[in-house]
């Protein structure tokens, strides 16, 4: 990285911590630390939403992901809108009529103080651990490719955002969210801009498109099937996105407090449910645009030579073994493939990651999320490679600092003002809140500093964690919004099971993991209703209180 | 004050009336709903074109 590299990434990461500290002021209360006093008009809550949803890794992998796979991932979030349909139709008005903090509060109402801590537990578990790895997992990319120190690079990706997240409560996190995604979405159009001008003069944008369309990159459209019927096990094709999908993203929008905890910041109903919506419009896009960065990257690798594999630092490790000489060969015959032969290099890469399997083979020796950042380090200018970096840092920031401000309000208002200590006062209660908040980072931190020993395979495992718990999740809020017989006792332990059985699924690979979303969400539903007749209602029944209305 | 009042009262309202406003609410939500549906369908059948067209 050059001088000027590093003055546009300082800029852009000390200027946000300023804003956010500015932005800082709010109200000495929980209203105001977790919810910046349910003032924000919906263009902030537009924006914050779509800043906690896209990580890092959201712009580090999808056009990685484009340039091995194709377009395909975009039906992925084709589920996304449906969701916020129904998001506006039945949780929003619920959690405003209420005046929640946290989503987990409209459980105890509806059912009891068990299901709501249950549930609020499962998601500060997941979140918390999964928070870590979206330090961890930025910060492995970087350190690898621009050698960088692993445990300092963590500490300042989960570290300085502490800063204001800690001071200015919910109000910093959605005003940072609204600049950090604002110099993303610049940084992602000049580096696709970038792609195209440095095509060669004759080959323009159409034809750039054509060319990944020749090696089936422009897949945008798939259905999953094979000679053989449905693959169930085939993670993007259209129902996939649109079934799976669908649940995932209510799971979530309308029980992850990282995002509830946004759209309860909204001034009134109506500012709630426009953000929602207009993120319902533009994400889809959002993504394929996104996307098609990939692709255009694939077109400008058929002009020019790719790397064999595009983690070098983990090739250097594997030829510190005995597979040397085997690495060195592949490399070899790979530099005699024509740039344009596709299938000859594709062979040749498959080949590679093999052998480095066979080198390293407690590592994931898959690559896609290091193409993007491999192509800016390589090929564009100076001072646009700080600005794309800056851009890595500040879509994790954002998500990030949503995380810690959700995990925070949910140990704060559903464990300790719950089970700890009931008589605070507001001068207290935002004293903790901050405490909480800073403890979250600081565990989050020694998470992302713990799975650096324990190799980047951690990555998918906890991506694939989140699915593990969201399906379980929504399952327990279907059963309370739609189904008034199921009381506390039966949705608590079918939960428990529902859980386990998930876990059972996912441990048998018999399906893709967001297929999970779905089976989760429909067991709790299916055991509770089976169970409710063997628990008498009682003085449990609360049903009066939320269920259906427009 | 009490002339105002009295003024107001042979003021006649253009404004919705409160089952009105609700309706109108209902319908206005409606709309956007249909307008992120639709555009969600839009989407896929583009797509869908986009797919067809670079295969060849």
Known sequence: MSGIDWIVLGVALFGIILYGIYKSRTTKNLDGYFLSNRGLPWYIVLLSIMGTQASAITFLSAPGQAFTDGMRFVQYYFGLPLAMIIICIVFVPIFRRLKVYTAYEFLEERFDLKTRTLTSLLFQLSRGLSTGISIYAPSLILSSLLGWNIYWTNIIMGGLLIIYTVTGGARAVAHTQKLQLLIIIAGMAIAGYMVVHLLPANIGFADALRIGGKSGKMNVITNGMTANGFDWKDRYNIWSGLIGGLFLALSYFGTDQSQVGRYLTAKDNKESKLGLLINGLVKVPMQFLILMIGVLVFSFYQYNKAPIYFNDVQAAAAKSTVKKDSLENLEKQYTLVAADNDSGKTTIRNQYKAVLKRALPDEDVNDTNYIFLRFVIDHLPQGLIGLLIAVIFLAAWGSIAAALNALASCTVVDIHKKFINKNLTPKMDYRISKLYTLAWGVFSIIVAESASNLGNSLIETVNILGSLFYGVILGIFLAAFWIRQIKGHAVFYSALISEVLVILIYKADMISFLWLNVIGALLVVIIAAMFQPFFRAGRQDKSAIPVLEG | ?56
């Open chain 2, 1 to 56: 004050m009490k002339g105002k009042i009295r003024n107001l009262g042979k003021f006649k309202s253009t404004a919705p009336s409160l089952s009105e406003r609700k309706g109108g609410e209902a319908t206005y939500w409606r709309n956007w709903y249909l307008v992120v549906f639709a555009f969600l369908v839009l989407q896929v059948i583009l797509y869908y074109f986009i797919t067809q067209h670079f295969k060849n």
